[in-house]
């Protein structure tokens, strides 16, 4: 069983749609919790960040982490043919710059937003 | 925000050869650098840490002496594949983070390698 798990999807979905993107963790330790994405080609960009349980709002975007679950979620509303991407998330123990800081990857949803 | 360029974004190389990647931090300074590897739809998967001025820190199955890096300045990390093989061909992307107490690594555009 992988540490962090994603459905790969392709996610297709209409413009304006609400989107739901969900990542399951086994490793308890997990208390970073990163959301990026990922146009074809290119390097992953941050979009949300959330350290612990919670929610956090960015614009379109929302962040949900139920670590009783182990289960975080985002949310994009309002979907638009540019949020067409890969999204990953990814998780961290710990916080700081040290080499222990290393991100656990799931492995990417690919979203299709139609107009 | 945090750019980290990669160089070259795209090479080809044929089989036997070695190739050098190229990671910068252009406008912060980064102690810890990571490399990853990424095949076509799938997540990345972490080949090795680097820190400045020491020896990088491999995963487990990745070869050290296949892929040799080198983290020479705080804003400066190099891949080198050396005798590259098809099963080399891959999209290659490093990361970087600032010092100080951060969680965010700032990613590289990648590097697409693919060995003839």
């Known amino acids: 069983q992988k540490e962090v798990e994603q459905d790969p999807g392709p996610l297709s979905v209409p413009e304006g749609a609400i989107v739901s993107l969900n990542c399951t963790y086994s490793?308890?330790?997990?208390?970073?919790f990163m959301w990026y994405r990922q146009y074809s080609r290119k390097g992953p960009e941050l979009l949300m960040y959330?350290?612990?349980?919670g929610n956090k709002e960015d614009g379109r975007f929302t962040a949900q982490v139920d670590k009783s679950s182990k289960y975080i979620s985002l949310f994009i509303r309002d979907s638009q043919p540019s949020d067409s991407a890969t999204y990953l998330c990814?998780?961290?123990?710990?916080?700081?710059?040290?080499?222990?800081?290393?991100?656990?990857f799931g492995g990417g949803t690919r979203l299709m937003v139609k107009p | 925000g945090a750019v980290v360029s990669q160089h070259p974004s795209w090479v080809i190389c044929k089989s036997g050869t070695s190739v050098k990647i190229e990671c910068r931090s252009l406008?912060?300074?980064?102690?810890?650098m990571f490399w990853y590897r990424q095949f076509p739809k799938q997540s990345l998967m972490l080949m090795a840490t680097?820190?400045?001025?020491?020896?990088?820190?491999?995963e487990q199955g990745v070869e050290k002496d296949k892929f040799l890096i080198n983290h020479a300045s705080l804003t400066l990390s190099t891949l080198t594949v050396t005798s590259a093989h098809p099963e080399d061909s891959s999209f290659y992307i490093c990361?970087?983070?600032?010092?100080?107490?951060?969680?965010?690594?700032?990613f590289g555009p990648g590097t697409r390698l693919t060995v003839t």
């Open positions: 990361s970087a983070m600032t010092s100080g107490n951060s969680y965010e690594q700032y």
């Open positions: 959330t350290y612990s349980s």
């Open positions: 680097s820190n400045e001025g020491s020896k990088a820190t491999y």
């Open positions: 990814a998780m961290s123990a710990k916080g700081g710059n040290n080499a222990g800081n290393m991100l656990t």
């Open positions: 406008d912060f300074q980064a102690t810890t």
């Open positions: 490793n308890s330790a997990f208390q970073y």
